[in-house]
């Protein structure tokens, strides 16, 4: 018998892991401790060699549902007796290296739970177990422990002490356990102040009421406040939209269940699974023709042929939207252009305006997030349009350190880059890899020395992102992290929103930033910061070309970035700054062992007004009507007297500032279309155009061509076809599905004349699941696909980007990156 430490990493804590091998130990007879610490998860225990090897293939091999092993090491250590097998108190005596939990919908057990009425948390909304609830919105510090959490502040009763000590338990230390007898208090505030001190059950029927009436009600969820409507009454959404001076960005809906969901939207295999997954995100589905359920989607998605779609991820929002029995609208509580509220006073304070009921309870958030949103392609492609909430801000495994030992990985079968898993359910208890003795006795393995050398080369860096769906990317030791989506950083509220999280993950990691990355656009909020940051701490900053941050971001997620495979990069979106100054948008870069090159772009043609063009489509189908004056009458009714002439004369003094821009092209042809002149939103006329092709049956036989000749996509023999159709009175859905078919052929078209089949897509304009689909459909068999994985294709992805893109041009044998790279 002799004494045995196991140290596994990765995202151990917050999933139940501490119980489980508890449990594990127990009916294995085996004496010692399990603990958490800010490396990850230890144990050290009493055993013969056998034993102890079984025990660690045990522990790994049925890892609770929601962890991921990064590693796992077992050594023999000083022999010392033990007498029982428990849980140990946790220590916190370094830099933490552990993956934070995200936080988690409510689980069918919990379910369960609030629909028995012989439970004692029978409709308690706020059951949690060792499998759900809140992990990252409520976490203050680490090693993860209940101390370390919000909950620390809220008491806890005998019954809930007993559950937490007992072995084999659900709720076996659980965090975040409570019950009736020490419930998480609910408060209600209307518009002239707190209500009277009511019980839980009095305000879930003072909410339910309210919303039956037509009110708008604020709800506090995980990550921050949620504003609620009745999804079928029409006089409600109009004031929701009225409030909150959104007249056409789409709503959320949330259901009681996916039955009842289908009533109003196709949802197939894929949107379903991800309805029903831990991290619970808003999917969009088409919308029924017939919605069975009385919704009103035009009120709700003007002028989209989707729905966005949620179940109901917390206790709370379960219990009211089953006790309402229909479709909720359910959106971000926060005054325009600001970020989610999440703060109990700010609620208070600032919702009353938009809120006829306010309802708070007691449990702070620490990380403010919005719901994530993701969609499918016609192919089944996962497409994330926002990633936050159960998905952020971990990101795994760690391309960075992967690729520098991902040869020898593949040879040990455990990491294939090009699938990006990482394989911790193998045969054995060998997860890093082939093991080999080390000093002291201790087992490592030869991936892990290779990791090392890797964290030194990567720690340390701090990426910003960009301003527009910003997401800043960190490093800290082995360990990647990318923050949840931040929004458009013009506003004051979402700059200290930014600050904020910064800070937290910053505090959380002990983190020191050595170099600071961020996008070359001077007039970027991130960039200030960056240099603010840099300034301060007297260390070094980097800014990298929009357009290669995203290239490299997609390579990082495919295994691609450090590889001598040579990739087209189509990098499509609506704004970067270029580096010949002008506004980029639709480029075509090239990945070589030479580093990144810019083979090709869109045409240019001129901005007007500023970042005034991407808000106004109309202003996009004047410049690229400048050479078809025969069309501009076509305009003439979307401008005054005053606007034409100015913009006339802009045009006449020639060329400023160019754009190769597709999402400004997007904006154009729909202003042409007479389908959207002026965007309440980021993105809408794209979205009116994008729902206005799905309407066509294209079998792949209509398509407009765009000639690619000397490294120039030229988009005027589009416009002149598309003009030809107009004119012709051909139906504009036929008309916008011909836009998009030829971008998919265009893309092969590049692909043939540069003999590259290797094909990596990035930008914005991939959040577009119709072309992403056109692409997938028509790719030829000789041809390799490359897409995000864990990221958006929109800017979200910059900052990890920029740290790919460092990486790459620091590594020990630097790559060049940029100029020119045309072809015949």
Known sequence: MHTYHIHTTGMVQGVGFRPMVCDVALRRGLRGWVRNSMAGLEIRFNATEQEAGAFHDEIVRNAPMHAIISGSTIVRVDDEAFHSFGISTSTGDRNPEVLMPPDVALCEACRADLNNPGNRRYRYPFTTCLHCGPRYSIIRSLPYDRAGTTMDELPVCGACADEYARPGDR???????????????????????????????????????????????????????????????????????????????????????????????????????????????????????????????????????????????????????????????????????????????????????????????????????????????????????????????????????????????????????????????????????????????????????????????????????????????????????????????????????????????????????????????????????????????????????????????????????????????????????????????????????????????????????????????????FSLLRDFPEALSLLRPRFNNREWDYYNKVLEYGPGLMTSSMGRLFDGIASILDICHLNTYEGEAAGRLEALARGHKNTGNEYYTYPFRDGIIHWKPVIEALLKDVQNGVDKARIASKVFRGLSRLVFDISRQTGIRNIAFSGGVFQNALLTGFIVEEKPDDIELFFHRQLSPNDENIGFGQLAHHILTHSPEPVAVGGNHFHE
């Open 171 to 621: 709720r076996q230390h659980s965090q975040t356990n409570s019950c009736p007898s020490c419930a998480i208090t609910m408060h209600a505030y209307g518009r002239d102040g707190l209500l009277s001190t009511i019980g839980q059950d009095e305000i879930m029927a003072l909410i339910t009421g309210s919303l039956f009436r037509g009110e708008i009600v604020a709800v506090k969820g995980v990550g921050g406040y949620l504003l609620l409507a009745d999804a079928t009454n029409a006089s409600s959404i109009k004031t929701l939209r009225d409030r909150k001076n959104r007249p056409n960005k789409p709503f959320a809906l949330m259901y009681p269940d996916v039955a009842m969901a289908r009533n109003d939207a196709r949802i197939g295999p894929h949107e379903e699974q991800a309805l029903l997954s831990a991290e619970a995100p808003v999917v969009l589905c088409i919308a029924n023709d017939v919605r069975a359920t009385g919704i009103h989607p035009g009120l709700i998605a003007p002028g989209l042929d989707t729905l966005g779609i949620m179940m109901p991820y917390s206790p709370l929002f379960y219990l009211l939207v089953q006790g309402i029995g229909k479709p909720l609208i359910a959106t971000s509580a926060n005054l325009s252009g600001s970020p989610i509220i999440y703060r109990d006073d700010d609620a208070i304070l600032n919702l009353k305006e938009l809120a006829d009921l306010i309802i708070t309870f007691d449990r702070e958030i620490t990380a403010p997030q919005d719901d994530s949103v993701l969609r499918f392609s016609p192919a089944g492609q996962r497409i994330i349009l926002r990633r936050s909430r159960g998905m952020a801000p971990c990101y795994y495994p760690n391309p960075f350190l992967q690729e520098a030992y991902s040869d020898e990985l593949n040879a040990s079968g455990m990491f294939d880059t090009r699938s990006g898993i990482f394989n911790t359910r193998q045969s054995g208890s060998n997860v890093d890899g082939p093991f080999v003795e080390g000093k002291s006795g201790r087992v490592t393995s030869t991936s892990e020395v290779a990791m090392e050398t890797a964290a030194e080369l990567a720690s340390g860096l701090l990426a910003m992102g960009a301003d527009l769906k910003s997401a800043f990317a960190v490093i800290a030791g082995k360990n990647l992290f990318v923050s949840q989506y931040l929004g458009n950083q013009d506003s004051y509220d979402s700059r200290c929103a930014f600050r904020h999280t910064l800070g937290h993950i910053k505090q959380l990691y002990r983190f020191r930033p050595q170099t600071i990355l961020t996008d070359v656009h001077p007039g970027y909020f991130v960039t200030e910061l960056a240099e603010e940051l840099a300034a301060e701490s007297n260390i070094s900053l980097e800014k990298i070309q929009h357009h290669e941050a995203h290239f490299a971001a997609v390579l990082a997620e495919n295994g691609l970035l450090m590889g001598r495979e040579t990739v087209l990069g189509i990098i499509w979106d609506g704004t970067g700054y270029g580096s010949d100054g002008q506004v980029w948008g639709g480029e075509i870069l090239l990945k070589t062992a030479g580093g990144f090159s810019r083979t090709g772009h869109l045409d240019y043609f001129p901005v007007l007004a500023g970042d005034k063009m991407s808000r106004e489509p109309r202003l996009s189908a």
